[in-house]
Each structure stands twice: as structure tokens, then as C-alpha cells.
């Protein structure tokens, strides 16, 4: 009878297929890494980071407006269904819809003074949140990380050209 031979060993693969591949899942794993401390932070308060950013964009404008779709090109991550997260912003009254007597097609988005209040509220745990995703980086590494992803996102984005909307008078206040 013989002896079973011992497993020969496996060759060693490379843990990635390449270096664009280990550059892009290293990304995920952070962005997944980072997005718990916010997570963390907005849970309690009942919003998303896509909910957070579409209103701190709205606050950027205020006291203009901006009409919906062009609200879903600013965010940091695309929003494919934009009139979902607007409708829960305005049933929590931190968003308001109208649409100007011009071109009753288009919807313009404005915040509300609720949701001023509450960007307040947030913006410093916002700031602490970001110091302990990042603070432990410095100053040059942060501007070093900053123009690497610009310049790896750069040629998949497109320019934002379209200006704010009036509102009308008091409707956000």
C-alpha cells in the first residue's frame, strides 16, 4: 500500500489582478471604513449622508433654489432616484418643492429654516467627525490624497454649469 504523498503547496497568486485593481479595492475598503463614523453620526438624527449633503448643497444656494435634477448632479454620490430623497426631506420639513409660475415643468428645491436649524446643530460633530476619519493625516498628505483623487476621478466626471434658482420670496425662511 502506499503512502498518500503530501499536498503539494499552491502556488502563491498575486493578491491582486493589478495594481489599478488593488488601488480601487483599497479605496472601497476606506470609503466603507470612513462611512461608519458617519453613519454613526447621522443615524440619530434620522438622515443618510446623501440626505446630509443634498441639504448642506441647498444651504450653499440659500436663499435661492436649485431645480431638482441639477440638486442629483452635485452630490457626492448619484442619487437615481432624487425625488425619493427630496420627498423625505420635505416630509421632515427640512426641504421644500415649488415650482415657479415661469415653467410649472421644472421643481425647484429650497431648505427650510428646520433644515438650517439643523445643519447648526450638525456642523460641529460634522467637523469632529471629519477630524477623526482624517485628522491623523497631515496637512501635506491631505492635499497630496485631495489632487490623487481628483486626478484618478477626473476623467469620468462631467463640469457643472447650471446656476441656482430664485426663490420666492419667504418660501424658506
Known sequence: MAMPSAPRPRPQLPPFDSLEQEAFLNLWRTY??????????????????QQYNALRLLRDVHPE????????????????????LVDKLERRGLAVRMRPAENRRQVLVGI???????LRQLDGPVRD?????????SRQRLRQLINLLKSARAPHERPQTARPARLPSGRTD
Open 32 to 49: 466603507d471604513c470612513l462611512r461608519s463614523f458617519e453613519d454613526e453620526l447621522f443615524g440619530p438624527h434620522g438622515l443618510s449622508a
Open 112 to 118: 427650510t429654516a428646520a433644515g438650517l436649524a439643523l
Open 129 to 137: 467627525c471629519h477630524e477623526r476619519q482624517l485628522g491623523h493625516l
Open 65 to 84: 433654489a436649485l431645480p431638482t435634477l441639477e440638486l442629483a448632479s452635485r452630490l457626492v454620490t448619484r442619487a437615481p432616484d432624487i425625488t425619493r
